[in-house]
């Protein structure tokens, strides 16, 4: 059971940094979508991807060694089991673990606040850019051609 433990705390210090990672990921995102740097946009996109993609990979191992669709719950079971006289996991390993959940837990709803933001945030961006190209769309029909305006221009000009 103690290499267990050690697998499973390097486990959820690996996604807790992953979490962390996709907050700020998160938050470039955003800062380059405002900033119209639609390169930066698209790496910050990629890295968010792998960092999920990752994060899902880490969450089916901690499943292997804590089976259970909620690793978090049945790991705050064991963790209260292990109080008793017949602990599965030891007193450090017991505090380490249940500091991780409380962090991962944490940096798991920054995570859902920062994406519920950004989403929010895309969705004004998207209602924003359809009322200007409706504007621009109704005004094309309004403003005279290039070829016009140049005709325009020659009787002002001095014939000698």
Same mark, same amino acid.
């Given at each position: 059971?103690?290499?267990?433990?050690?697998?499973?705390?390097?486990?959820?210090?690996?996604?807790?940094? $992953?979490?962390?990672?996709?907050?700020?990921?998160?938050?470039?995102?955003?800062?380059?979508?405002?900033?119209?740097?639609?390169?930066?946009?698209?790496?910050?996109? $990629?890295?968010?991807?792998?960092?999920?993609?990752?994060?899902?990979?880490?969450?089916?191992?901690?499943?292997?060694?804590?089976?259970?669709?909620?690793?978090?719950?049945?790991?705050?079971?064991?963790?209260?089991?292990? $109080?008793?006289?017949?602990?599965?996991?030891?007193?450090?390993?017991?505090?380490?673990?249940?500091?991780?959940?409380?962090?991962?837990?944490?940096?798991?709803?920054?995570?859902?606040?920062?994406?519920?933001?950004?989403?929010? *945030?895309?969705?004004?961006?998207?209602?924003?850019?359809?009322?200007?190209?409706?504007?621009?769309? $109704?005004?094309?029909?309004?403003?005279?051609?290039?070829?016009?305006?140049?005709?325009?221009?020659?009787? *002002?000009?001095?014939?000698?």
């Amino acid at each position: 059971m103690e290499r267990d433990n050690a697998q499973l705390i390097a486990l959820l210090e690996a996604r807790l940094q $992953h979490l962390k990672s996709l907050a700020r990921e998160i938050k470039a995102a955003q800062d380059a979508c405002v900033a119209l740097d639609l390169e930066a946009l698209r790496i910050h996109d $990629h890295q968010t991807e792998n960092l999920c993609a990752e994060i899902r990979k880490l969450d089916l191992e901690i499943s292997r060694i804590v089976p259970n669709l909620n690793p978090a719950r049945r790991l705050r079971a064991v963790l209260d089991a292990g $109080h008793g006289s017949e602990s599965q996991v030891g007193p450090a390993a017991a505090r380490r673990l249940s500091g991780l959940l409380e962090e991962s837990e944490a940096a798991r709803e920054e995570v859902r606040r920062l994406n519920r933001v950004y989403a929010l *945030f895309l969705a004004r961006s998207r209602k924003t850019l359809n009322v200007m190209v409706n504007v621009v769309s $109704h005004c094309l029909g309004i403003y005279p051609s290039p070829q016009q305006s140049t005709s325009l221009a020659i009787p *002002f000009e001095r014939s000698y």
